[in-house]
Nanobody
Framework: QVQLVESGGGLVQAGGSLRLSCAAS????????MGWFRQAPGKEREFVAA????????YYADSVKGRFTISRDNAKNTMYLQMNVLKPEDTAVYYC???????????????????????WGQGTQVTVSS
């Protein structure tokens, strides 16, 4: 069993920054790919970013590319999402997700789909005011 706990959300003005964290417990964190998704009010959950087991490969949604950075610290069992130049349209609940099934490849487009993840956190609210 894997538990994922997000933190770091809050209220920030447009143009500001936040760093989200996702702490994982349970199985070996360094063996699985991770991702961030978000869900705005009245909208479906959407992909934000994904990262491979080692952290050597990353993939971003076009809407956040150049502004957000995904990273991980396997020694701390933690994944991060550094969010800069935040916009009101970034307002959403942000979720971290893990694929613990030990796949032998990393593809950004593959891990942009919710279906590839088997564990999810409860989410953390990010609100960007204009």
């Amino acid at each position: 069993q894997v538990q994922l706990v997000e933190s770091g959300g809050g209220l920030v003005q447009a143009g500001g920054s936040l760093r989200l964290s996702c702490a994982a417990s349970g199985r070996t964190f360094s063996r699985y790919a991770m991702g961030w998704f978000r869900q705005a009010p009245g909208k479906e959950r959407e992909f934000v970013a994904a990262i491979s087991w080692s952290g050597g490969s990353t993939y971003y949604a076009d809407s956040v590319k150049g502004r957000f950075t995904i990273s991980r610290d396997n020694a701390k069992n933690t994944m991060y999402l550094q969010m800069n130049v935040l916009k009101p349209e970034d307002t959403a609940v942000y979720y971290c997700a893990a694929d613990t099934r030990g796949r032998l490849f990393f593809s950004g487009t593959y891990y942009s789909s919710e279906a590839q993840y088997d564990y999810w956190g409860q989410g953390t609210q990010v609100t960007v005011s204009s």
